[in-house]
């Protein structure tokens, strides 16, 4: 799967595209258990760890996101958690295996605005070694025009930045990249990802990345995995105001419930998973 020039071009670039990751079945299935996920319908029972859009209390005009919707949905929990995406990111990271560290599902209509760029390593303070890999999974074919995800081509290499300011629909979604930019003395090159449906990027989480409003009369919805080196734990006073309600009294290490190791390379998957991954969906 990994052949010597997507890794040359992972280290170059920050990022690489992996052609047809999902096929057909996993987008059709995917798509949806969006509409039922953003009004509530959680097929497990379980709330996601962050729903930051819901219908009535947020303008029509934002990108919809839920984190960890794997622990709400076991249709995206096939997808985000399966050994090919673990296998993936723990290579490419130069890791013995790889865990889940956070899913997003995202789903930007027509109309919807930008998304802010960001590294996504400032906000990994948490965890040691810190450090995501990131797999995004797009479930419709991009374009540029409908604010498909963008990357900084090389911004990997640079320092890395404490957390930006405004993340949904800032006025000016480049503003933190070419401050980044000017503080390392790096030229900006901007690459839009324009890919089928079922295709994928793995970026380092150095890489400053973000999207541009959706100018199209369709959706982008995609599907995202951090992942963490499945060695990572817990830092013993850096905290998250999320993640770290999982960490365990007078003990450093993660939970493989809360953070399931997906890949390892001696052959080692959380064994739970499988149970989890195999339970048909509740009826609607």
Request: overall charge negative; hydrophobic content about 35%; some cysteine.
């Given at each position: 799967?990994?052949?010597?020039?997507?890794?040359?071009?992972?280290?170059?670039?920050?990022?690489?595209?992996?052609?047809?990751?999902?096929?057909?079945?996993?987008?059709?299935?995917?798509?949806?258990?969006?509409?039922?996920?953003?009004?509530?319908?959680?097929?497990?029972?379980?709330?996601?760890?962050?729903?930051?859009?819901?219908?009535g209390?947020?303008?029509?005009?934002?990108?919809?996101?839920?984190?960890?919707?794997?622990?709400?949905?076991?249709?995206?929990?096939?997808?985000?958690?399966?050994?090919?995406?673990?296998?993936?990111?723990?290579?490419?990271?130069?890791?013995?295996?790889?865990r889940?560290?956070?899913?997003?599902?995202?789903?930007?209509?027509?109309?919807?605005?930008?998304?802010?760029?960001?590294?996504d390593?400032?906000?990994?303070?948490?965890?040691?070694?810190?450090?995501?890999?990131?797999?995004?999974?797009?479930?419709?074919?991009?374009?540029?025009?409908g604010?498909?995800?963008?990357?900084?081509?090389?911004?990997?290499?640079?320092?890395?930045?404490?957390?930006?300011?405004?993340?949904?629909?800032?006025d000016?979604?480049?503003?933190?990249?070419?401050?980044?930019?000017?503080?390392?003395?790096?030229?900006?090159?901007?690459?839009?990802?324009?890919?089928?449906?079922?295709?994928?990027?793995?970026?380092?989480?150095?890489?400053?990345?973000g999207?541009?409003?959706?100018?199209?009369?369709?959706?982008?919805?995609?599907?995202?995995?951090?992942?963490?080196?499945?060695?990572?734990?817990?830092?013993?006073?850096?905290?998250?105001?999320?993640?770290?309600?999982?960490?365990?009294?007078?003990?450093?290490?993660?939970?493989?419930?809360?953070?399931?190791?997906?890949?390892?390379?001696?052959?080692?998957?959380?064994?739970?998973?499988?149970?989890?991954?195999?339970?048909?969906?509740?009826?609607?």
């Amino acid at each position: 799967m990994l052949h010597s020039e997507i890794i040359d071009t992972f280290r170059r670039d920050g990022f690489v595209i992996i052609r047809n990751l999902l096929d057909d079945d996993d987008i059709a299935a995917a798509r949806d258990r969006f509409e039922p996920l953003f009004k509530g319908k959680f097929e497990t029972g379980l709330y996601p760890d962050e729903w930051n859009w819901q219908e009535g209390r947020d303008p029509a005009d934002r990108t919809r996101q839920i984190c960890n919707g794997w622990k709400s949905d076991r249709t995206i929990a096939r997808i985000v958690l399966s050994p090919k995406v673990g296998e993936l990111c723990a290579r490419l990271g130069g890791w013995p295996g790889a865990r889940m560290g956070q899913d997003n599902v995202l789903w930007k209509p027509p109309g919807a605005k930008s998304l802010g760029f960001h590294q996504d390593d400032s906000y990994c303070h948490w965890v040691v070694p810190a450090g995501y890999i990131t797999c995004w999974m797009t479930l419709d074919d991009t374009a540029a025009s409908g604010g498909t995800i963008e990357y900084a081509r090389g911004s990997h290499l640079w320092p890395l930045s404490p957390p930006m300011g405004k993340f949904h629909a800032p006025d000016d979604y480049h503003a933190s990249l070419r401050e980044a930019a000017a503080h390392a003395g790096r030229e900006i090159e901007i690459v839009p990802i324009e890919v089928r449906a079922g295709d994928a990027v793995i970026h380092h989480g150095r890489t400053w990345h973000g999207s541009g409003p959706n100018r199209e009369t369709r959706p982008r919805r995609s599907l995202v995995a951090h992942c963490l080196s499945s060695e990572a734990r817990f830092h013993p006073t850096e905290v998250s105001y999320i993640y770290s309600r999982y960490r365990r009294r007078d003990d450093l290490a993660m939970d493989e419930s809360y953070f399931p190791i997906l890949w390892r390379a001696d052959g080692y998957r959380s064994p739970w998973l499988a149970r989890y991954l195999d339970l048909a969906p509740a009826a609607e």
